[in-house]
């Protein structure tokens, strides 16, 4: 099953380095293959790799794609939107 979304990332500091740590944490958790890219990038990262997910640099107010493949895709993909929606827990 595929599963695709994307979310606008609002963290006052984007996708830095505690926020990368508990998106791919939380990626971790599911079966699912999960991706991402930054909105307006062609290429594609593993969301459970804290160093591509980093290397991503995603400032706020850019939108952040996820894709997943697998049995959970969809819950994945959710989960995933819904942690960023709420700034990581941070804020």
Same mark, same amino acid.
């Given at each position: 099953m595929n599963f695709e979304d994307s #979310? +606008?990332?609002r963290h006052s +500091?984007? +996708?830095h380095a505690r926020p990368s740590i508990k998106f791919t944490s939380l990626a971790k958790k599911f079966f699912s293959?999960?991706?991402i890219k930054k909105g307006d990038q062609s290429?594609? #990262?593993n969301? *459970?790799?804290i160093i591509k997910v980093m290397g991503l640099k995603i400032p706020s107010g850019k939108e952040l794609q996820i894709q997943a493949d697998g049995i959970d895709a969809d819950n994945a #993909? *959710?989960?995933l939107i819904d942690l960023v929606l709420n700034n990581f827990d941070e804020e």
């Open positions: #979310v +606008l990332i +500091l984007g +996708l293959d999960i991706r290429h594609w #990262v969301a *459970k790799s #993909v *959710k989960s």
